[in-house]
């Protein structure tokens, strides 16, 4: 055995020293909620400090990818590290974002009880909520413009409100890689700036930043990275290279008409 | 008031209060989580345990009898997982099944068995038997600090005193993750809560309430204080916290209020017969509830006016 043999592997050896620190790592994952495979056999790595769009058309199981990553459903198969150790044991550096309508914003809460809800970490089964506590869910808040509305009752908020709100837990889990399941459904143009910029700038502090997202004109000037898939993989990386005509074709298949591709900013063919 | 009250109201009133509340303390986070029926469903599974503790010691024993219905409570919740994986069916309809078939062979085990000669009927199940909880020993409110005859309470009061203790304990020390699971339940598992398993602890401590509570005072109002008092204490505020205090004073409102209205009420429009402290605390806390969805500060459409 020469050493020469060892080069053809030179790629995988890198990939997967990458994959082995990388925030958030998934290879061969399958689920499945039925017969049908929701997601199958996707690999995928994500860049540290990047901002990541999970792109894919309805069902395609964008969702059902970022609830495995996070423990949340369990898969048939496949292996999910974060930071390079199982999720269980990384849970304290990754805030989770659901998609809004999963829950029910009929709950006796106040705004400021769902932001503390991040910091369940910190505070465990009895620890008291403390006045360091409460300063800083309402620092949360500020940072995305809900200062004012700490003690409304979270039913009584718009749609668009109610995202800033989740936004604000997300940050007061103070984690290192942040998942949104689709935090631009149902607002309007306001908050999604508000809210772009309030993860570029998690981004900029060097946090790494999924988000799944629906709005194809956008992808390119929100995003660094993107993974699209269709149950299964069909490319990952940086935006500039993969974010193609070709790849969206493959993604969305006859759904998306090839002018609307052409016409999309960053979508070269 | 007087030693007629120690003796004859004291301590039926206060079983059927701590009855309430113990059932009203879980109740709050099922009506959240709109499982609020699983109360009425588990006083209905408790039969076939109940029926089975019977033929199996052959007498009407308590314990014997809550062991036997805290065993079908929980086989009736293995059951109702095992049909909603299994069958592919939403739990609503799993647990209709269950809850239905086990019924079923309840009332079947105690048609076939030999039971009419012992006090295990539908009217006993129904209303229990909260006016015969006296205090016999007691000659006074002196008698609360005379250890003889405070060791002839009946034992029905300690029974669901220690239940409640348990069920508080429960409520207060997962407070947290059980209001984080019942509101978000993708974010508690994505905390490392174990949402399934904490889910299944509910309904095994709202078990025991209701089976305790089965035992002292019927099914009856273990529904209605599942369901009414949380209902009812929603509507009066926003926040978790107080609206689990106005469930617990709803609760106890409902026991006193209940018991003397059916104790002296039908005295007081004429009527001969006293009528079931049951069925009339079970009233009262309907009668709150429609108040509550009436004049309640957080009523729908009191809300919009704010
Ligand atoms: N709890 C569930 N039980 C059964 N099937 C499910 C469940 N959740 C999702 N599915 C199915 O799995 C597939 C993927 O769903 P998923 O929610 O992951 O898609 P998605 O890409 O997030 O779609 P959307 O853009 O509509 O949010 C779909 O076919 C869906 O019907
Ligand atoms: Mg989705």
Redesign the interface.
């Known amino acids: 055995m020469s050493a020469l043999s060892l080069v053809p592997n030179a790629d995988r050896v890198a990939a997967d020293a990458a994959a082995l620190r990388a925030p958030l790592a998934i290879r061969g994952l399958t689920v499945s909620y039925?017969q049908q495979p929701a997601v199958f056999s996707v690999d995928m790595t994500l860049r540290a400090g990047a901002m990541t769009a999970i792109v894919g058309p309805n069902g395609a199981g964008k969702s059902t990818l970022m609830?495995a990553a996070?423990?949340?459903v369990t898969p048939l198969s496949g292996r999910i590290t974060a930071f390079g150790a199982p999720v269980?044991l990384q849970?304290h550096r990754?805030a989770?974002v659901?998609q809004r309508a999963?829950?029910?914003w009929d709950?006796?809460?106040?705004v400021i009880?769902?932001v503390l809800?991040g910091m369940?970490?910190d505070?465990?089964?009895?620890g008291r909520v403390r006045a360091h506590h409460r300063d800083f869910a309402r620092d949360c808040l500020d940072r995305v413009g809900m200062t004012d509305f700490a003690d409304r009752?979270i039913?009584?908020l718009s749609g668009g409100q109610q995202q800033r709100v989740f936004l604000a837990?997300a940050l007061a889990q103070n984690a290192d890689l942040y998942m949104l399941d689709e935090p631009f459904a149902g607002v309007d143009a306001a908050t999604e700036k508000a809210i772009i910029a309030v993860l570029k700038g998690l981004r900029d502090e060097g946090r790494t930043v999924l988000v799944v997202h629906h709005d194809l004109a956008t992808v390119a000037e929100y995003f660094d990275d993107v993974l699209l898939i269709a149950t299964r993989k069909v490319a990952e990386g940086p935006v500039t290279q993969v974010f193609t005509a070709d790849n969206l074709q493959a993604t969305y298949g006859g759904r998306l008409a090839t002018q609307q591709i052409d016409r999309l900013p960053g979508a070269g063919a | 008031m007087g030693a007629d009250f120690v003796t004859l109201s004291l301590t039926p009133i206060l079983i059927g209060a701590l009855a309430a509340v113990a059932c009203a303390l879980p109740g709050n986070f099922l009506v959240?989580r709109r499982q609020a029926l699983i109360g009425d469903a588990i006083s209905h599974v408790v039969l076939p345990g109940i029926v089975v503790a019977f033929l199996i010691t052959g007498a009407v024993a308590t314990l014997p009898m809550i062991l036997g219905a805290a065993c079908a409570a929980l086989v009736a919740v293995a059951l109702i997982e095992a049909v909603r994986r299994l069958g592919?069916i939403e739990p609503g309809a799993a647990m209709g099944v269950v809850f239905t078939a086990m019924f079923a062979g309840g009332v079947l085990l105690l048609e076939q068995s030999d039971t009419s000669s012992v006090h295990l009927d539908v009217e006993h199940a129904l209303y229990g038997n909260l006016e015969s909880l006296i205090w016999l020993d007691a000659s006074g409110w002196g008698s609360l600090t005379d250890p003889v005859a405070l060791a002839g309470l009946p034992p029905e009061l300690g029974r669901i005193a220690l239940t409640l203790v348990a069920v508080a304990l429960f409520t207060g020390?997962?407070w947290?993750?059980l209001?984080?699971s019942?509101?978000?339940e993708?974010?508690a598992?994505?905390?490392?809560?174990r949402t399934g398993a904490l889910g299944l602890a509910l309904v095994v401590v709202s078990a025991l309430a209701a089976v305790a509570a089965f035992d002292a005072v019927g099914s009856i109002i273990v529904i209605a204080m599942f369901i009414c008092p949380p209902a009812a204490a929603?509507l009066m505020?926003?926040?978790?916290g107080?609206?689990v205090g106005w469930s617990v004073v709803f609760a106890i409102l409902s026991a006193i209020l209940g018991y003397v209205l059916a104790g002296y009420g039908p005295g007081w429009f004429g009527l001969g017969a006293s009528v079931s402290a049951a069925g009339m605390i079970a009233t009262v806390s309907g009668v709150i509830l429609a108040l509550a969805a009436v004049f309640g500060p957080r009523r729908r459409g009191a809300?919009v006016a704010t």
């Open positions: 039925g609830k996070l423990g949340i269980e849970r990754i989770y659901p999963s829950v029910d709950f006796p809460a106040r009880d769902v809800m369940y970490r505070l465990g089964l009895l009752q039913g009584q837990r | 959240l592919r020390i997962f947290r993750p209001a984080l019942t509101f978000d993708g974010f598992r994505s905390l490392g809560i929603r505020t926003d926040r978790l107080a609206q809300i």
